[in-house]
């Protein structure tokens, strides 16, 4: 069920040497199916008898939604007032159930837990989970290095952390450098690490990166990130904004907020290529809404 998605050169502005990795193509239009497909396998047979409940920004939603409706096993999708109508639409369209709690992601993450646990079932976090961060990291970083042999250095946007730190463990002791890119809006992660640990209150600001936001850090996830991620460099909602319209405009393909977070450290110049082989960016998402894909490629001075 896992498309091998492509690398394609990044164009004129990014320079020779960087290419982008096109999760955004992927079934579902995110990385997150990877996870999903590892998650859904590794249930047991009580498990799938009961059925899964997820938390989920959007894209992890419909990764579970698809892949459960696959292995015939029930599934329930909490995502927060926050979510994307069009990632909403996806998890419904997929056959999963769908419920909205809360205002963030947090607050739905603590209803899905819940509600896990009432009805006895498997709770898949989008992140915090040994079996999402096989497929989203490890796997994903086996088919990188398949296709890119000079592979020097990857960026990639950061949320919850699990894709960068499965990545980082599978990359990092290889010699790959990993840089971590999110908004400065609302970045978790960015101020867990400048603290030396784990954050269960940070108090982030709204982003159209909505897949990024969120209150608090993992162990699991921090520990990963801290000992394989390099830096994590920081961009605005403006740079994001332009690393979105460049994708489309010169690269041929729509991404999403948060999936062109890493191509926006590079044109911002947040974060650097590596100075030798193949610096790669990956383009993590594409669930964009219509209209807000519309607006950003609006000419300057035309109506909202």
């Given at each position: 069920m896992i498309r091998v998605t492509p690398v394609i050169a990044g164009?004129?502005?990014?320079?020779?040497?960087?290419?982008?990795?096109?999760?955004?193509?992927?079934?579902?239009?995110?990385?997150?199916?990877?996870?999903?497909?590892?998650?859904?396998?590794?249930?047991?047979?009580?498990?799938?008898?009961v059925g899964v409940v997820a938390a989920s920004a959007g894209s992890h939603g419909a990764a579970m939604a698809l892949t459960c409706a696959r292995a015939g096993v029930r599934c329930t999708v909490v995502v927060s007032e926050a979510a994307p109508m069009v990632k909403r639409a996806?998890?419904?369209?997929?056959?999963?159930?769908?419920?909205?709690?809360?205002?963030?992601?947090?607050?739905?993450?603590?209803?899905?837990?819940?509600?896990?646990?009432?009805?006895?079932?498997?709770?898949v976090s989008p992140f915090d989970d040994d079996d999402v961060i096989a497929?989203?990291?490890?796997?994903?970083?086996?088919?990188?290095?398949?296709?890119?042999?000079?592979l020097a250095r990857v960026l990639v946007a950061v949320?919850?952390?699990?894709?960068?730190?499965?990545?980082?463990?599978?990359?990092?002791p290889r010699g790959v450098s990993m840089v971590g890119v999110q908004p400065e809006?609302?970045?978790?992660?960015?101020?867990?690490?400048?603290?030396?640990?784990?954050?269960?209150?940070?108090?982030?600001?709204?982003?159209?990166a909505d897949a990024l936001a969120?209150?608090?850090?993992a162990r699991r996830n921090y520990d990963l990130c801290a000992r394989h991620l390099e830096s994590i460099a920081l961009v605005s909602e403006a740079d994001i904004r332009a690393a979105i319209a460049y994708l489309y405009r010169e690269v041929g393909t729509v991404a999403e907020p948060s999936g062109a977070a890493a191509v926006a450290g590079l044109l911002a110049g947040a974060a650097a290529p590596a100075g030798r082989?193949?610096?790669?960016?990956?383009?993590?998402?594409?669930?964009?809404?219509?209209?807000?894909?519309?607006?950003i490629l609006a000419p300057p001075g035309a109506p909202a």
């Open positions: 164009g004129a502005q990014l320079g020779a040497r960087v290419a982008l990795k096109l999760e955004n193509l992927q079934r579902t239009g995110s990385f997150k199916l990877r996870g999903a497909v590892r998650a859904v396998a590794a249930l047991s047979a009580a498990q799938r008898a996806a998890i419904e369209r997929l056959g999963a159930e769908l419920l909205v709690r809360g205002a963030g992601y947090d607050q739905a993450e603590a209803a899905a837990i819940a509600l896990a646990a009432e009805r006895g079932a498997r709770f497929g989203n990291g490890g796997d994903l970083a086996a088919e990188i290095l398949a296709q890119v042999p000079d949320g919850g952390g699990g894709m960068a730190g499965g990545l980082g463990a599978a990359l990092a809006a609302n970045c978790a992660m960015y101020h867990a690490l400048a603290h030396g640990g784990p954050v269960a209150d940070y108090r982030g600001g709204p982003t159209l969120g209150d608090a850090v082989g193949t610096t790669l960016a990956i383009v993590s998402g594409g669930n964009i809404e219509p209209d807000l894909l519309d607006q």
